[in-house]
């Protein structure tokens, strides 16, 4: 009997009906080990503290090809429900749009890879490996996610020639945009210990605000670099100053700041983390206060040079969309700052402009588009 092809906005449906807020699970890995199982994917759940996460592959351990992909079905949480047109985890379907949290980032993305991927091995059996790495981790911490995932491939001899991470990645109209790497990000946590006193003898005490001004200025005023080819300028925000002081007669002891940098292949955090206690040093030094830093590194910049694997996926966009793709760098983290250690790594999926929003949703006719262009990246690939 002829393979009837998987409806990818069938599935995307049934993930959304799962509420999978991360960390939690709730069902939607099981939904997709059942579907992969059936097409004879080999699949292992790679469960690591209390993150679930699913490793299929059909075709041989070990193949000498063998194409990725990756993405993960956890949600952020729904915020006010009471604002929301429709139940966030109904997937009501409505004026051609699929509505839910989670509809565009990313259980769409996870749904058309793995109905192309289902009708690809189905029809078509590749020479090589499909490999498919979800993970119910991403939106929160990321450390027992995608990193679970492949610290598991490297102990069970598992490998990905490339890999594809399907979050969206067009800012407006499908097809516009190709992700080539990410920008660093990190966030330091600063604390300036003075002397408390009373605001009418401010020479008795030693404020830690005016050292605290001085650091945040000098930091937010430094030009971190004009950008390079792939990347746009590095840039440093100020996030919070704050001394949890209620009254007006009183020098605190304490303050507190923080500040984030997405920093490009310019930089490393360590480099931006010494320029950072450098400067925190020499204000301590000019105030006479004593100054604490410390750093939280979400990811370290990286570019994919733009080659095989970009040139790849960009044919298959622009023969399913007639759209010519942008080869970017922008936006925030992702999980291929992980992959990226393991094998080449692009990104590519849908239009992003509701996720994470209330009423978040997606064209159903994006998700059909975005599996055949999946199919046509697998097609050509094993080709």
Request: charged share 20%.
């Amino acid at each position: 009997m002829p393979h009837a092809p998987l409806d990818p906005v069938r599935l995307t449906a049934d993930l959304i009906r799962c509420p999978s807020v991360t960390p939690e699970e709730g069902g939607a890995l099981r939904i997709l080990e059942g579907v992969l199982s059936e097409a004879g994917f080999e699949c292992t759940r790679v469960d690591r503290g209390s993150v679930a996460n699913l490793f299929a592959r059909w075709g041989e351990r070990g193949a000498a090809r063998s194409f990725g992909f990756n993405g993960h079905t956890d949600v952020v949480p729904v915020g006010d429900e009471a604002a929301w047109s429709v139940p966030p985890f109904g997937a009501v379907a409505r004026d051609g749009m699929l509505w839910g949290r989670g509809a565009t980032d990313m259980k769409s993305g996870v749904a058309a890879f793995v109905a192309a991927a289902v009708d690809f091995v189905t029809m078509t059996p590749p020479d090589g490996a499909v490999i498919l790495a979800i993970t119910g981790d991403e939106e929160g911490d990321a450390v027992d996610g995608t990193r679970a995932l492949l610290d598991w491939m490297a102990a069970e001899g598992e490998r990905m020639s490339a890999c594809l991470v399907g979050e969206p990645t067009c800012p407006a109209r499908m097809g516009e945009m190709i992700k080539i790497g990410r920008r660093g990000s990190l966030t330091a946590f600063f604390t300036i210990t003075g002397v408390q006193g009373h605001s009418a003898y401010p020479h008795r005490a030693c404020n830690p605000l005016p050292a605290m001004a001085r650091l945040m200025d000098r930091l937010a005023s430094h030009t971190l670099d004009e950008g390079t080819a792939h990347f746009d300028p590095s840039t440093l925000a100020v996030v919070t100053i704050d001394t949890g002081n209620p009254a007006t007669n009183v020098i605190p002891a304490r303050c507190r700041a923080t500040v984030n940098i997405r920093f490009n292949d310019t930089h490393d955090s360590g480099s931006l983390t010494r320029w950072m206690q450098d400067e925190l040093d020499r204000v301590s030094a000019e105030f006479g206060t004593t100054g604490e830093m410390d750093v939280k590194v979400s990811g370290e910049s990286f570019l994919t040079p733009p080659g095989p694997l970009s040139d790849l996926v960009a044919r298959a966009v622009e023969r399913e969309t007639g759209v010519t793709p942008e080869l970017s760098t922008s936006g925030g983290t992702s999980d291929a700052r992980f992959v990226k250690d393991h094998c080449p790594v692009v990104e590519f999926g849908l239009v992003g402009q509701t996720m994470h929003q209330v009423d978040e949703r997606v064209e159903m006719a994006q998700i059909h588009q975005l599996k055949a262009i999946y199919a046509s990246i697998l097609r050509d690939f094993f080709a």
